[in-house]
Structures are given as structure tokens and as C-alpha cells.
């Protein structure tokens, strides 16, 4: 899917374990201030709420936000992964694996430090 939009910030879709919920944020807040579009999970079934306190709910809601996420990669230019200590999960991987099939530039965030992050030597 191609947006015909001459001008469009690139957008970049952040992907990353939700324990690095506050890391995400934070370079969210960056890419956003850098004039970048950013896709994000919008959820984090690790805090406790009503929508996915029932298990069988929550297990189809993880289904759907999976779908989902896999969409916001496919309408992103970019994917930063935010891995702080390199951790990257199942459902990253995934995701990881989804957007290299697309042929979409990855980077990698591997540290966090007093609000910076650095990316292979480049910054978010």
C-alpha cells in the first residue's frame, strides 16, 4: 500500500516487547519531535485492565492487536525496533521477520540512557 502524498513525513512503525513500554514511548517522542509519523502498539496487556481481564477475551484481543500490528508495519516506511539489552522476543521476531519480507528498512535500538537511543550508529 503506497500513500500518493508528495510531501508525507516518513512513518515509522516502532516494534519491541511491551516491558519496554516507557523505552517505546520515549523514542516515539523523538521520532515524533523529528517530524516522523509513528505507528505504535497501542496497548500493553501486562497492566491490568477490564478489556482483557476475562482470559479467553484476552487471548483473542492479543490475536487481533497481533493482526494489527502486522498492518501498521505493512503501512510503514520504516521499522525501529526497541530492544533495550538486545531482548527481542517471539512476537518481535515476528514482526521483525514480517517487515523484512516487505523489504522495509529495519533499525535497531538497543540502548536507553537518559533519553537518548542510540541505533547502530544512528540516531532514532
Request: charged content about 25%; aromatic content about 6%.
Amino acid at each position: 500500500m503506497t500513500c500518493h502524498w508528495p510531501d508525507r513525513p516518513p512513518i515509522v512503525c516502532l516494534c519491541g516487547s511491551t516491558r519496554f513500554w516507557d523505552e517505546m514511548a520515549e523514542v516515539n517522542r523523538y521520532q515524533t519531535a523529528a517530524g516522523r509519523i509513528v505507528l505504535a502498539p497501542g496497548i500493553d496487556m501486562k497492566r491490568p485492565h477490564p478489556l482483557w481481564s476475562d482470559p479467553a477475551a484476552a487471548e483473542a484481543l492479543k490475536t487481533r492487536l497481533d493482526r494489527l500490528h502486522l498492518a501498521k508495519i505493512s503501512l510503514a516506511d520504516e521499522v525501529i525496533v526497541v530492544a533495550p539489552g538486545g531482548y527481542i522476543g517471539e512476537s518481535t521476531r515476528r514482526e521483525i521477520d514480517h517487515a523484512d519480507r516487505l523489504g522495509k528498512t529495519i533499525r535497531h535500538t538497543w540502548n536507553h540512557t537518559a533519553g537518548h537511543t542510540t541505533s547502530e550508529g544512528d540516531q532514532p
